[in-house]
């Protein structure tokens, strides 16, 4: 089991910043991707970026590349997102996942789908 534990959302300005933290426990933090994904009322869970074990490989969904940075810490056991610029369509509840198997950055890798573990999710809202 891994269990995964998101913090630093909140409300924010249209072009603000957050940084979103998450922190694993359980099983060996980096034997696992990691991935952000997000959730807004009334739409399905969508991929927002992932990162390769080693920290390397980053991935990101069309609509947050150039402004949002997805990095890991295998020695403190954390993944965070950067977001700046932000725009109200960025607002959700922030999800942190892990998943045992590496696609590269094919479609299949921000599918929620192979992501195994779950945290409970931060809000993150942006306003006009």
């Known amino acids: 089991q891994v269990q995964l534990v998101e913090s630093g959302g909140g409300l924010v300005q249209a072009g603000g910043s957050l940084r979103l933290s998450c922190a694993a426990s359980g099983r060996t933090f980096s034997d696992y991707i990691m991935g952000w994904f997000r959730q807004a009322p009334g739409k399905e869970r969508e991929f927002v970026a992932a990162i390769s074990r080693t920290g390397v490989i980053p991935m990101y969904a069309d609509s947050v590349k150039g402004r949002f940075t997805i990095s890991r810490d295998n020695g403190k056991n954390t993944v965070s997102l950067q977001m700046n610029s932000l725009k109200p369509e960025d607002t959700g509840l922030y999800y942190c996942?892990?998943?045992?198997?590496?696609?590269?950055?094919?479609?299949?890798?921000?599918?929620?789908?192979?992501?195994?573990?779950w945290g409970q999710g931060t809000q993150v809202t942006v306003s006009p």
């Open positions: 996942a892990a998943a045992g198997t590496w696609y590269g950055t094919s479609p299949l890798q921000a599918s929620p789908g192979v992501y195994e573990y």
